[in-house]
Structure formats: C-alpha cells, structure tokens
C-alpha cells in the first residue's frame, strides 16, 4: 500500500514548514547561534506543525553538518536516522497512551545518561496536558533541572490545561491555523508533483474545509485523488457531503428575507445529504467573520475566489454589525457544542431559529403578512387554542386522559386519507417505525417543515396500546410538538404508511432517565432564549398561530 500522503509530505527542511513563520525563524536563529533552550512547549491546532517542527528541531541540534545555517542537512547520519525512526536518542512519548506515567518515570530513572547516537537526547512530549498529576509532578521534576545534554518539547491543542508550574518553564510557542490561501498554494503545488489534476476551487474547498488544518487538507486530497480520476469542485461536494457554499448563501438569504421555513428545508436537505451539522456550523461562522472582516473595511484578509467575495460584500451590506456578531457567537456555540448521535442537527438548527427569529418582523406587522394555507394540510387551521372545533371526534383510545380530539375530516389537500379513528394500530412496533422514521419526516416536511423539524429532534420511544411515545429534550420542544397541528401531521404520515392510527404523546426525556443515552438534552441557554422568543420556531409562512 502506499503511503499516505501527509506522512510522505511531511516538512524534511524549515522551509516546507507552512504558516508558522514566526515560530520556525526564532528557531532557526537558536539553531544558528547555538542557543537552543532546554523546554519548549508547542501549542495550537491539529495538524499544524507541531509534532513537525519538533522533528525538526531534534534533527538540527543532531546535524553532523559542519555549517550550522545548514542544519537540518537531512544527508549526515544522524538526520537520517531521524528520518527513518531509529535515532535512540530522539524519545516520543504520547502523553494520551495508558503508558504514560511509566513513561515519564522511566524518562526522568535515564534522563541522566548521555545520548548515545548524538549530542542531545530530545524528548518529545505530545498531547502533554494529557499527563496525570502523577506524571505531570514527575515531570516536572526533571523539567526544573534538565541535564545539558536534554531537550524537551511538549504538544498539546490544549495549552489552557498545562499547569502554570509547568508553562513557566518553558519557551513557549504557538501554532496558528494556517490561513486557506497558503494551504491552497501548498496543495496546488503538491498536485503538480504528484501529478494531480485538479480545479482551482476544488482546492479552495479543501482548504476551507480543512479548517486550518494541513493534516485534515492534505488527507482530504488524498482521499480525494485516489480514484485516480481529475478532480473537480463537485468531487469534493460529493466527497464531503454538502455543496456547502450554497447552503450558506441560502441560509443567510433566508434570515434577510425572513424565509424562515425556507432555510430551514434547505439546512435539512443539507444534513439529509450528509453533510455534518457541526461542520456546516462552522462553515456557517468562517462566512459569518468573512462578512464582519469586509464589515470591518479589512477584504484583504478574506480567503476566497474573487466571486464569493463579491458575493460576501453584497451580504455583508444587508446585516448590520450588531447582528453579525450576534450570528457569529449563535452558529458558533453549534460548531462547538455537544452532539449526541440521535439529534446532531438540534443545536444547529436552534441557532438558526435564533438568528432569523430576531430578523422578523414585530408580531403585530407579521399577522398583517397574507397567510399561506395552500398544500397545507387542514389540521393546521385547527389549533390548540380554537376551541370551536367542529367535525371533530375524540379518538377512541384505552389512554383517554391523553387522547387528543382529532379532525377526521377528510379534503384533498391532506397529505394521507384522514386519520380513522379505530383503526387499529395493533401490528405496529416500534422497530417498524424507526425503520420508516425518515420516510414519515419527509412525508411531514412537505406541508410542515417546522413539524419536520421538531420530528428531528425528538427520539420515538415506544408504541403501548396505540400510543406512540416521543421524547424530546426539553419541555420547549415538547411543548412546541404537543399541538394539534404537528401531532395530527405526524399521525397523518403515518397512517399513510402503516395504514395503522396511532396516537402521539410527546414526553420530556430527562438524561437519567434515557436509559440508552442516546438522547442529551441541549445547550440550555439556546432553549432558553427560544423559549424567550416565545417558542416562534414556527416558520412565519406556516401558521396562523395567534
Ligand atoms: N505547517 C505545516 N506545513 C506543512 N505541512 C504541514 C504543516 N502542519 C502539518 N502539516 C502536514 O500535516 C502532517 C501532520 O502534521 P503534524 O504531525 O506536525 O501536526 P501536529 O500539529 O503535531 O498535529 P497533532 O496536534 O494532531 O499532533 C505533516 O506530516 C504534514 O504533512
Ligand atoms: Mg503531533
Ligand atoms: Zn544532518
């Protein structure tokens, strides 16, 4: 098998070392004059250079070459040795592995012997702040008196975790995500000597993906290129799961244009197409600064075709700063918040609901907006609150506290026959309709998707005598389910399908309760300000509520 690509395209000299140019001259400058500290401490994102650069760094103070503006040489013995993974003196130890307090006594019992192969035994320490208090005191120990001939450099993403005892010993040095220009320019140049054949914006794309990350890019492109076949922009949309741009444009469209149901079916269709929330989030938030960057009169710094930044400076016009910063820290708190596997779109999809919430138009001129009842189905005109329902029979149902009335009126618009109350849903588990969940959604979604979207983010527990349990994760969801509207819908679609009436109680899941974890309940302080907005994640099209 080959190798991989980001392994075979590893820096050998300082000057393959992308985006870190800061770090990589003051050690140099060490290098050259023979100052070299005896603790460094690495620190930034994945895939940027750290462990690289400390490769390179135990390689150079190794060199047998004379010049020492020549170091590494990557020819005399010793880089070679380095290179090829058997130089006795360079020591890696992955502070995340079970064996790392071992490790550590074992580095501090030999730390005393002289290097065998060269000058300096060169510890490299990755993901540090992963030490036990244990290790990390017996770190620490060897840190305050390091012998002459010993060198540390400690990794880690996450500096916030290295105890100030043990940063106040160390050169420190940070990585910084490297900016989507120069991993362009980097890929493009790869693709020539592997020769490649790929667009311009296939590699903008996997640059943008990437995050910063050239690990992640350079990984992508090789997934991307194995096939062997020439590589365009809609390769990578397929490779990575969204057309992602589009579903941005069309998200921040939707906020401006207060098309709220609107945006919502295309983030749906997004994530139905794969595309992962959080990193949807993310793409979301890299447009978003690049609308507060132009907002902030600084385009230059933007990274993207001359097109899209035409594109960024119309939008950027529509918004105001307030509200950009605002949208920043929404779709933010979802690229960065917790999923669980059973609703991944829920944060999501709630700090959408939040930005475009605050773009709507005041209640009083919103009821002035004409209503849209078309290819609705007729429940919706019943609502909770309408207590003049006519043609409106109670289910029969054991559950009679929880039976809900239902409109069994039958019309042409409905999206199934009219739910017949009776008809038995006896045949029906819970497994047969998990296996139908995604069919009964889209059924849903076309005549209601903010019925769709509350569907989403519940978890169907259990059918008992008829009654199809849902769990929701918060009582605002619940709450915004357990109407007429979104339970008739739901028993419409699947009565459709099933050919079975069910009933619809929806229940709030506590975490200790949901005893196979699949559901976690989300960020508070999103639900909370949805519930401030008054539970309106009703897209303004959909329903005359009030
Ligand atoms: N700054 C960079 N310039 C060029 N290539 C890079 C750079 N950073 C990372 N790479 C590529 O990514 C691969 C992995 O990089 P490296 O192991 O140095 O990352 P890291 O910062 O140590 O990441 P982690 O935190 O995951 O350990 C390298 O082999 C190289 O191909
Ligand atoms: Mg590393
Ligand atoms: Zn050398």
């Known amino acids: 098998m ?21 770090i990589i001259q003051t050690i140099k400058n060490a290098i050259h004059s023979d100052k070299v500290g005896h603790a460094y401490l ?62 550590i006594r074992d580095l501090r ?19 540090v702040h992963m030490l036990s208090t244990a290790a990390f005191n017996a770190l620490l120990k060897t840190l305050e008196e390091p012998p002459a001939h010993a060198i540390f450099v400690l990794a880690t993403t996450e500096i916030h975790k290295i105890p100030a005892t043990v940063l106040s010993r160390c050169q420190r040095h940070e990585f910084r995500r490297i900016p989507v220009k120069e991993i362009t320019a980097y890929l493009k140049e790869m693709c020539a000597q592997e020769h490649f054949t790929i667009s311009d914006d296939a590699l903008i794309s996997i640059a943008r993906h ?43 469209s939707s906020i401006r244009n207060d098309e709220m149901g609107k945006g919502l079916t295309s983030l749906h269709q997004s994530m139905d197409a794969g595309s992962d929330p959080r990193q949807l989030a993310r793409q979301i938030v890299d447009y978003l600064r690049n609308l507060l960057l132009i907002k902030m009169g600084n ?101 009679k506290k929880e039976a809900h009335p239902v409109n069994v009126e039958p019309t042409q618009e409905a999206p199934t026959a009219p739910v017949q109350a009776g008809k038995s849903a006896d045949g029906l588990t819970l497994n047969t309709l998990l296996e139908q969940w995604r069919q009964i959604r889209a059924i849903v979604k076309k005549h209601r998707p903010a019925t769709e979207a509350l569907l989403n983010s519940c978890k169907p527990l ?45 229940v709030v899941i506590k975490e200790s309760q949901n005893t196979d974890n699949t559901v976690t309940a989300p960020d508070e302080s999103m639900l909370k300000t949805v519930l401030d907005l008054g539970g309106k994640l009703v897209p303004p099209d959909a329903n005359p509520e009030k």
């Not at 080959?2 to 800061?22: C, F, M, N």
């Not at 019992?109 to 993901?127: A, L, T």
């Not at 007429?484 to 009565?495: F, G, K, P």
């Open 42 to 103: 690495f620190a930034g994102p994945r895939g940027t250079g750290k462990t690289t650069t400390a490769r390179l760094l135990a390689k150079a103070v190794n060199c047998l070459n004379e010049d020492p503006t020549q170091r590494p040489c990557n020819q005399c013995a010793n880089c070679q040795a380095i290179q090829d993974a058997r130089f006795l003196d360079l020591i890696e130890i992955d502070a995340a592995s079970n064996t790392s307090v071992e490790d």
């Open 462 to 506: 259990s059918i008992k005598k008829g009654v199809l349990s849902l769990g929701f994760a918060s009582e605002v969801l619940r709450g915004r389910m357990d109407q007429l509207e979104n339970t008739d819908l739901a028993r419409q679609a699947i009565a459709h399908l099933f050919d079975a009436d069910v009933q619809i109680r929806c």
């Open 210 to 252: 990437s995050t910063g990350c050239m690990r992640d890019a350079i990984s992508l492109l090789d997934q991307l290129t194995s096939s062997g076949v020439d590589i365009d922009i809609a390769n990578v949309h397929a490779v990575l799961g969204t057309a992602t741009n589009q579903v941005v444009l069309d998200l921040l």
């Open 299 to 399: 385009v230059n710094q933007v990274d993207d075709t001359p097109e899209m930044i035409k594109q960024m400076q119309n939008d950027s016009k529509a918004f105001d700063m307030a509200d950009l910063i605002r949208f920043v820290k929404l779709f933010n708190e979802a690229a960065s918040g917790q999923t669980s596997s059973n609703q991944p779109g829920l944060a999501l999809e709630l700090a959408y609901a939040q930005a475009a919430l605050k773009n709507q138009p005041a209640p009083v001129a919103a009821a002035k907006e004409p209503v849209k009842t078309e290819a609705l189905p007729p429940t919706r005109k019943a609502t909770t609150k309408d207590t003049t329902q006519k043609k409106i029979a109670p289910v029969v149902d054991t559950q």
């Open 2 to 22: 080959s190798q991989a690509l980001y392994r075979k395209w590893r820096p050998g000299t300082w000057d393959e070392v992308i985006g870190q140019e800061h």
């Open 109 to 127: 019992d030999k730390i005393n012997f002289s290097p065998g192969q060269g000058r300096f035994k060169v510890y490299i320490i990755d993901e």
